[in-house]
């Protein structure tokens, strides 16, 4: 029998719960400002970050590694060295600040981080480098944007002011920004697709197809979050032509695509699609399973296509029957780097795993059950560990990672 609570004591309970999961009884808070003045006539963001509070991070060593960054100095103590800065605030205040070069090239030539006199597109994660923090409280990050007049804005996060962002990250005390960040003369489209908040972004007067763009995700997403019920409430796709890297990039809550590049291609494949799912997964590979992660992506963006109806049944088998033949050539996936025929072989084994695993367990579980495992975790994604999820969603082995089919006998 069910008995009711006093109601002296329901009050009482709630206020232990409350206490049990607040911020203040996980440590206390500080408050954490990023300021970044964007430059195009030097090129560079003059970034400050600053501590308030009394709970302030005792040490912070900054990863310069790249080489983007210049001219650090802080309020207090800081030892620099060639590739990391040591920051040691004291009181309930402190700063430091920096200069980030924006333009960064790859070895084709083509750019992944890009300023003109109009506009800039780069990543936020890498405008504030990577930090190991020692300190017991925790952030309430937000990020301030300074631009030239008549420039916006546009970032994976609520907008809480003009150009002024509040900053999130799960189960993380120190945060920072993550992900693509477009500002400048830009036009955006924007939607809420099946509660994710999606924006669609690039500049002026470029041949950006937002709306196209925008209406191929109405399209996709909804069957993405099915299989990812977790995909990230903020979705930012940046986009741009020429001298832009002529391909995807996927980051955190966003991701870039050239203007160029189709929605769907000859081969039937989504680029779109495919960084999508790197968004959904967050998943990196070691030195031998970078094969699941671009196999894994590359396969849903056709699987993607041919559950919404983007392609029939026959177009979705011819596809996948020319990535099998172009997957002979490759032979081994156990390999750094996975591309071309690597991925293409890759997705044949995806798709025999999915196979095997639907008739193992009665039509009961898919490689969608395997694909949500790796995205709960994410990380660092290792072949036993994806050997793991397949077999418990089969319920039993699986012959379709046993090492003859992941590569080729020695002869």
């Known amino acids: 029998m069910l008995k009711r609570l006093s109601p002296f004591i329901l009050p009482t309970l709630v206020y232990l719960c409350l206490a049990v999961t607040s911020p203040a009884a996980l440590g206390k808070t500080y408050d954490l400002l990023y300021k970044a003045t964007i430059d195009p006539a030097s090129g560079m963001a003059a970034v400050e970050i600053q501590l308030n509070g009394q709970s302030i991070p005792k040490q912070l060593a900054l990863n310069l590694g790249s080489g983007r960054y210049s001219e650090v100095t802080s309020d207090h103590l800081v030892e620099l060295s060639k590739d990391k800065a040591i920051w040691r605030p004291e009181g309930s205040s402190s700063s430091l600040s920096y200069k980030f070069a924006i333009n960064n090239r790859k070895g084709s030539g083509s750019y992944d981080s890009r300023i003109t006199d109009d506009w800039a597109i780069l990543r936020s994660d890498k405008l504030i480098p990577s930090m190991s923090v020692t300190g017991k409280g925790h952030s309430k990050a937000e990020l301030q944007l300074e631009l030239p007049e008549g420039w916006s804005s546009a970032l994976p996060y609520p907008e809480t002011g003009e150009n002024h962002y509040r900053l999130k990250d799960s189960g993380r005390r120190f945060v920072r920004p993550k992900g693509w960040m477009i500002v400048g003369r830009i036009g955006a489209r924007q939607d809420i ?30 069957e993405i979050k099915k299989v990812f019920p977790k995909f990230p409430n903020y979705l930012l796709v940046v986009t741009a032509g020429d001298p832009m890297w002529r391909g995807g990039l996927s980051g ?33 590979g070691d030195k031998q399973s970078d094969w699941i992660v671009e196999g894994l992506a590359e396969f849903y963006s056709l699987e993607i296509l041919r559950r919404s109806g983007g392609i029939s049944q026959r177009r979705y088998e011819e596809a ?92």
């Open 193 to 222: 697709i099946t509660g994710v908040d999606t924006k669609i972004a690039g500049p002026l007067g470029e041949d950006i197809h937002r709306q196209d763009t925008l209406a191929f995700l109405n399209w996709n997403l909804p």
């Open 252 to 284: 955190t809550r966003s991701l870039f695509m050239h203007a160029d590049r189709p929605l769907i291609s000859g081969n039937r494949t989504s680029s779109m699609i495919h960084e999508l799912v790197h968004v959904a997964t967050g998943i990196r």
């Open 320 to 411: 996948m029957d020319k990535l099998a033949d172009w997957g002979k050539e490759a032979p081994s996936l156990l390999v750094k780097r996975s591309s071309g025929p690597v991925t293409a072989r890759a997705v044949g084994v995806m798709r025999a795993l999915d196979q095997e695993i639907r008739q193992a367990s009665g039509g009961k579980a898919s490689i969608d059950d395997v694909a949500r495992g790796l995205a709960e975790k994410r990380g660092e994604v290792t072949l036993e560990r994806f050997n793991a999820l397949a077999e418990a969603a089969a319920g039993r082995p699986v012959e379709a990672l046993t090492t003859d089919k992941l590569r080729d006998e020695s002869p």
